[in-house]
C-alpha cells in the first residue's frame, strides 16, 4: 500500500459525460501527479500540482482539467468523454516539488470505461 | 521515445534464475532514471532509481545499471520468483527549461513471467 487513495476504482459512463476522479496523496506529500495509462499510448503524465498550484504539464487535453484544494487532495475532472477516453488513471504524490531524485508513489488508479 | 502499449516485450524465467530486463531511452539530457513494477490491478510500485553520474546501483537483490555511452538500462533481479511476476517499466526524468519537474517518461514495459 502506497498510501496514495484513489476513488473510484471503477467508473463506466457514456460519451459525452463529464466525471471526477479523486486522489489523496500520502500524508506530508505536497506534489500530485496524473497518469493515463492505455493500451495503446502506454503510461502517460497528465499534469503536476504542488501545494495547490499548476507545477508541470503534459499531453492533457483541453476536455480534461485537473486541481488541488488545500487539503492537498486532487481531482481530475474528464469532460465531454469519447471512447479514447477509457484507460486506467493514476494519481502519484511525492514530499516536494518533483525535483529529481523525488519518489513518485502511485495509487492504484481509477479504470474509467465509455460506453 | 514515447511510450508504446502493445506488444509488450516478455520475459519467460524460471524461478531461481537470475533476470534482466532492458530499457532503451532516447533523450541524452535525461538524468535520472527509475525502475517500477507494476502488478495486475495496481498501479506502479517504485523498485529503485539511478542518477546520470553512477552507472551501476544495487538494492535489494535488484541492480540497475546505466550505460550512458549507448543510452541503455537494466534492471537485474536476482533469484527470481513467482513474486517477481509483473510488468517493469523504466522512467525518465529530465530537467526541464531549467527546472526540475516531476514529469516522468515511462518506457513501453516488459512483461516477466516466473514459473515456479
Known amino acids: 500500500d502506497s498510501g496514495v487513495t484513489q476513488t473510484p476504482k471503477h467508473l463506466i459512463t457514456a460519451t459525452g459525460q463529464r466525471v471526477t476522479l479523486r486522489c489523496s496523496p500520502r500524508?506530508?506529500?505536497?506534489?500530485v501527479y496524473w497518469y493515463q495509462q492505455s493500451l495503446d499510448q502506454g503510461l502517460q503524465f497528465l499534469i503536476q500540482?504542488?501545494?495547490?498550484?499548476?507545477?508541470a504539464k503534459g499531453n492533457i487535453l483541453e476536455r480534461f482539467s485537473a486541481q488541488q484544494f488545500p487539503d492537498l487532495h486532487s481531482e481530475l475532472n474528464l469532460s465531454s468523454l469519447e471512447l479514447g477516453d477509457s484507460a486506467l488513471y493514476f494519481c502519484a504524490s511525492s514530499v516536494g516539488r518533483g525535483h529529481r531524485g523525488e519518489t513518485q508513489y502511485f495509487g492504484p488508479g481509477t479504470r474509467l470505461l465509455v460506453l | 521515445g514515447e511510450s508504446v502499449g502493445l506488444h509488450l516485450p516478455t520475459l519467460s524465467v524460471q524461478e531461481g534464475d537470475n533476470s534482466i530486463i532492458n530499457c532503451a531511452y532516447s533523450n541524452s539530457a535525461s538524468d535520472y532514471f527509475i525502475w517500477y513494477k507494476q502488478e495486475s490491478g495496481k498501479g506502479p510500485q517504485f523498485i529503485i532509481d539511478?542518477?546520470?553520474?553512477?552507472d551501476k546501483r544495487q538494492g535489494q537483490r535488484v541492480t540497475v545499471l546505466l550505460n550512458k555511452t549507448v543510452k541503455h538500462l537494466s534492471l537485474q533481479i536476482a533469484a527470481t520468483q513467482p513474486g517477481d511476476s509483473a510488468v517493469y517499466f523504466c522512467?525518465?526524468?529530465?530537467?526541464?527549461?531549467?527546472?526540475?519537474?516531476?514529469?516522468?517518461?515511462f518506457g513501453q514495459g516488459t512483461i516477466l513471467t516466473v514459473h515456479p
Open positions: 500540482y504542488y501545494n495547490g498550484e499548476e507545477r
Open positions: 500524508s506530508g506529500d505536497l506534489s
Open positions: 539511478i542518477r546520470s553520474n553512477m
Open positions: 522512467a525518465e526524468n529530465r530537467e526541464a527549461g531549467g527546472t526540475s519537474y516531476g514529469k516522468l517518461t
